[in-house]
T-cell receptor, first 111, second 115 residues
């Protein structure tokens, strides 16, 4: 089942902060975050695993609430380069090879 | 370093024509391979994944098929395209092993328009 992302879109001025949320109705093992710029391929940002382990870029901050099956991506002191669509992908269950992506959150950073 | 290639970059095809999209990965062995489709303004829909040569799993029943003739080659095909097949097709790879822990690396994509 597809995770739900919120907000669908957000506009920020440079230097402002934003939080993007991802929630699932299924028990999750991990949450993956990707950013896609218009016309380009998605780029990996971070993986948050059950149990607290994280893999990803040092400048990216995110959290994973295992009890609520929710994850949040924190974008602080935004830069123009942060613009793009952010996707969360979730993996549930042992032996799963499927990463199920949300519909995305479009972030626009303006000067 | 690992690289992933897709071709063609863009394709315009008439309804009912066949399709073949190719994806190759360099610099790694035994990768997991994936085909995704992204409709305009939509999320990423997993179409097929493969954990080894000749091993293909389909996530969405449709008129598309996939094959993995070599370890680092993944092909997406159709015998007869539909209008609804239009979209941005992305190939991705991840290291062999637990997908829950491994990031996926996406290719540059093929933009397919079916007229």
């Amino acid at each position: 089942q597809q995770p739900v992302q919120s907000p669908q879109a957000v506009i920020l001025r440079e230097g402002e902060d934003a939080v993007i949320n991802c929630s699932s109705s299924k028990a999750l093992y991990s949450v993956h975050w990707y950013r896609q710029k218009h016309g380009e391929a998605p780029v990996f940002l971070m993986i948050l695993l059950k149990g607290g382990e994280q893999k990803g870029h040092e400048k990216i901050s995110a959290s994973f609430n295992e009890k609520k099956q929710q994850s949040s991506l924190y974008l602080t002191a935004s830069q123009l380069s942060y613009s793009g669509t952010y996707f969360c992908g979730t993996v549930s269950g042992a032996g799963s090879y499927q990463l199920t992506f949300g519909k995305g959150t479009k972030l626009s950073v303006i000067p | 370093s690992q690289t992933i290639h897709q071709w063609p970059a863009t394709l315009v095809q008439p309804v009912g024509s066949p399709l073949s999209l190719e994806c190759t990965v360099e610099g790694t062995s035994n990768p997991n391979l994936y085909w995704y489709r992204q409709a305009a303004g939509r999320g990423l829909q997993l179409l097929f994944y493969s954990v080894g040569i000749g091993q293909i799993s389909s996530e969405v029943p449709q008129n598309l098929s996939a094959s993995r003739p070599q370890d680092r080659q993944f092909i997406l095909s159709s015998k007869k395209l539909l209008l609804s097949d239009s979209g941005f097709y992305l190939c991705a790879w991840s290291p062999q092993g637990d997908v829950r822990r491994n990031e996926q690396f996406f290719g540059p994509g093929t933009r397919l328009t079916v007229l």
